[in-house]
């Protein structure tokens, strides 16, 4: 009996400790789930745009360290980013953009990126959330911008670098008239009464936006003497008619002056309209290759048909360049 008692005591003891060991188990499962989830709540991502640069930055904030992570930030197909900061880097995955930073970090740091090339088309643009690659797996998802058409329009009117070259396709007149003078070659009819026939005006077919490419205005100022001080005339002897020159004799110069004249005016004009129609020439040329250029980085055929289109340029050279790539 006694032994009896002491098996049945041994039993009790083992069960109990199994029972120990299990709870243990369970007690570390659980913190360190708490533990994951403590770690992640502590780490926080804030996307906003700075409205007195005009710079998107990323806020990173972590009370515990960070290593070997990686933050992807997706840029829209309507613009480019420049001045990105710390190691960050303008990347590709086939029409997508994005810029990737790798960091590390305890406490809090910015990460930033000029947004630039902005497309003329009207309305806001929407910047998706930032994401946090860690190095255990996780990622941690920031918040999405909405950048207002007011917004849109500090973007495109900080690009104006002064630099003294007019920067086409970014630069114009009306947003940097510093670099851009008005009557220039920079992409837009500013139609402006500075006696010079805009060419953005011929080669958009919008001369009637632009006085000077209508009419020539020329000054003219004739000196007026008053009538008491005009000589008094100077009688002439009489002379034989005999003497006189046949006025018919003056005809063939007065002929040959008109026709002279009237070459010259054809000449002037001719190449006048020679150099417009090259400049057009010239400027499809850039045209085209500008568009080859977004298509191959990947930019939304149809965006850039609009964006043409609303530059009263061919939409279907869209098409034409697609097929040749």
Not at 39 to 57: C, L, P, Q, T, V
Not at 279 to 307: F, H, S, V, Y
Request: aromatic share 6%; hydrophobic share 35%; charged share 30%.
């Amino acid at each position: 009996m006694k032994l009896f008692c002491t098996w049945d005591n041994d039993n009790d003891n083992a069960s109990g400790k199994h029972k120990s060991k299990t709870m243990k188990k369970l007690s570390i499962m659980v913190l360190i789930l708490l533990t994951g989830a403590i770690a992640s709540a502590e780490i926080n991502i804030e996307k906003y745009f700075n409205d007195s640069d005009g710079r998107i930055d990323i806020n990173i904030q972590s009370t515990n360290r960070i290593t070997n992570a990686t933050v992807i930030d997706s840029i829209p197909f309507s613009f480019s980013a420049e001045n990105i900061s710390g190691n960050g880097a303008l990347k590709k995955s086939g029409i997508l953009s994005f810029i990737e930073w790798n960091i590390s970090l305890e406490g809090e740091t910015t990460l930033s990126y000029l947004p630039e090339k902005i497309m003329d088309f009207d309305g806001g643009i929407t910047l998706l959330p930032p994401r946090l690659f860690l190095a255990d797996g996780g990622v941690i998802y920031g918040n999405g911008v909405n950048l207002t058409p007011e917004d849109v329009e500090k973007v495109r009117n900080r690009v104006c670098k002064l630099d003294g070259f007019c920067a086409y396709p970014n630069e114009n007149h009306l947003n940097c008239p510093g670099d851009c003078p008005s009557g220039g070659w920079d992409g837009k009819c500013d139609g402006l009464a500075d006696n010079v026939c805009d060419p953005d005006c011929v080669r958009f077919r919008m001369r009637g936006n632009d006085p000077d490419c209508t009419t020539t205005t020329l000054a003219k100022t004739l000196p007026t003497t008053p009538a008491a001080a005009r000589p008094a005339a100077i009688p002439t002897p009489p002379v034989d008619r005999e003497e006189k020159r046949n006025p018919n004799g003056y005809l063939p110069y007065i002929i040959g002056a008109i026709v002279l004249v009237a070459i010259i005016l054809v000449a002037v004009r001719s190449n006048r309209l020679r150099r417009i129609k090259e400049r057009e020439r010239e400027e499809e040329k850039r045209l085209r290759k500008w568009t080859e250029d977004q298509l191959r980085n990947g930019e939304d055929p149809e965006l850039l048909k609009k964006a043409l289109k609303k530059q009263n340029s061919d939409p279907a050279m869209v098409d034409e360049i697609m097929e040749r790539l």
